[in-house]
């Protein structure tokens, strides 16, 4: 019997500025995160790859990991994040450009937290937890739970909002999390 290898990744930004301009400058060029060294890969699929998945079901799916990335904070006495609609759209941006590219860095090159920018989203921190393989919101949310840099990220009271993305290609599931504050 052959296994999947399910990896998910984690990646945290954190801007720390006394000016909205210095912030804008900092968003734009320079990340300060922690990545393990051998957790990027990179997956090729066909460009022409449709997800397999309705939209309502990838909006199901993003509502029950949220549920539980919020039952996990309460568990530790931490308030709940809020879904924005924005980071959402980030989200499934991310979770589509993981087909192309499993990574932090988007396809372009540019660092997934652009996603946030092109979707008009203002912020301090960030952070993104990605994953694929995992067929179910309880099974992504677990493999989260159970690595210790998205565990921070999914546990970090620095962070306010979430956004959750989901898309299935040839019937595998690409998750993203973005987090921000």
């Given amino acids: 019997m052959k296994f999947k290898r399910l990896v998910p ?7 720390a500025s006394t000016t909205a301009a210095e912030a804008a400058h900092l968003q734009q060029n320079r ?14 699929r066909p460009l022409a790859s449709k997800p397999s998945q309705s939209t309502a079901a990838n909006s199901s799916y993003a509502a029950q990991v949220v549920s539980l990335v919020n039952a996990e904070r309460a568990r530790q006495g931490l308030p709940a994040l809020t879904i924005s609609t924005t980071v ?19 396809p372009s090159g540019a660092s997934c937290f652009t996603a946030l920018t ?13 994953a694929y393989g995992q067929s179910t919101p309880e099974a992504v949310v677990q493999s989260w739970m ?7 990220n999914i546990l970090s009271s620095s962070f306010t909002s979430i956004g959750v ?15 921000t504050a």
């Avoid at 984690?10 to 801007?15: D, P, Q, R, T």
């Avoid at 922690?34 to 090729?44: A, D, E």
């Avoid at 959402?88 to 988007?106: D, I, K, M, P, V």
């Avoid at 993305?165 to 987090?179: D, E």
């Fill in 9 to 15: 990744l984690a990646l945290a930004l954190v801007i």
């Fill in 31 to 44: 990340f300060s995160f922690v990545v393990r060294p051998n957790y990027t890969q990179t997956v090729s």
């Fill in 88 to 106: 959402q759209q980030a989200a499934q941006t991310r979770a589509g450009e993981l087909q192309t590219s499993f990574s932090h860095t988007r």
């Fill in 118 to 130: 092109e979707a008009g989203v203002s912020y301090a921190r960030a952070g993104e937890n990605i």
């Fill in 146 to 152: 159970n690595s210790s840099g998205h565990r921070a």
């Fill in 165 to 179: 993305g989901c898309t299935v290609v040839n019937g595998t599931a690409y998750w993203a999390q973005l987090f």
